[in-house]
């Protein structure tokens, strides 16, 4: 099946440094990603959505200059934390449309554990 | 906006018993689709089943099965003969439907236990 591969799992970084994030649809194009932020204990909220060649578009209340979304291939999109704060701990998941006619459906990376310290 | 309501943050049930997970949305669209989504303490997000509205069948999938009201916007989750390994956080979801690509909407989640 279509797998959106999700890398790092975990991250530790200190205080006002940048972490980077990977999404990789492995076996289909996605030309749309999706970002979302799930707090301990709590939902899935959507920060972004990352489309192929263009600006990612945000969600109100998510700053585009702290979480920027690069998708610069058809198969690749990245979530960097600039000037991380421990308040940007959290856990980050993409998503994909995965492109069989009538499915519609949307497929999850394992997710990233960060940790800002 | 549309907005996922999951009323029990927390649901039990015996081993090989049913339990069924509440789920209403609010939307003034007619066409859009209805997901379950199963989180385990890995938090890899599973799919478990989905609905789509035009469709007046409920979904089934093995132990898995759905009574979707769209008139009343419910859509909830049967699970029968429960297994340990269905403990799990639940997320109900919608999805707009369009000829683009939108996003999933997330209910708050009910978090399942199974007891032996």
């Known amino acids: 099946g279509a797998v959106v591969s999700q890398h790092p799992s975990r991250v530790i970084c200190k205080s006002g440094t940048s972490v980077k994030i990977e999404c990789r649809s492995l076996d289909f194009q996605a030309t749309t990603m999706f970002w979302y932020r799930q707090f301990p204990k709590q939902s899935l909220m959507l920060m972004a959505t990352s489309n192929e060649g263009s600006k990612a578009t945000y969600e109100q209340g998510v700053e585009k200059d702290k979480f920027l979304i690069n998708h610069a291939s058809l198969t690749l999109s990245t979530l960097t934390v600039t000037s991380a704060h421990p308040e940007d701990s959290s856990f980050y998941i993409c998503?994909?449309?995965?492109?069989?006619?009538?499915?519609?459906?949307?497929?999850f990376g394992a997710g990233s554990r960060l940790t800002v310290l | 906006a549309q907005t996922v309501t999951q009323s029990q943050p927390e649901m039990s049930v015996q081993e090989a018993e049913t339990v069924t997970l509440s789920c209403t949305y609010d939307?003034?669209?007619?066409?859009?689709?209805l997901f379950w989504y199963k989180q385990p303490p890995s938090r890899q997000m599973i799919l478990v089943i989905r609905q789509e509205a035009y469709k007046q069948q409920n979904a089934t999938e093995n132990r898995f099965s759905v009574n979707f009201q769209k008139a009343a916007k419910s859509f909830s989750l049967k699970i029968s003969d429960s297994q340990l390994g269905d403990a799990a956080m639940y997320f109900c979801a919608y999805r707009r439907s369009s000829s683009g690509n939108t996003p999933l909407v997330f209910g708050k989640g009910t978090r399942l236990s199974v007891i032996a």
């Open positions: 998503s994909a449309r995965v492109p069989v006619s009538g499915a519609n459906v949307l497929t």
């Open positions: 939307t003034s669209e007619s066409d859009y689709y």
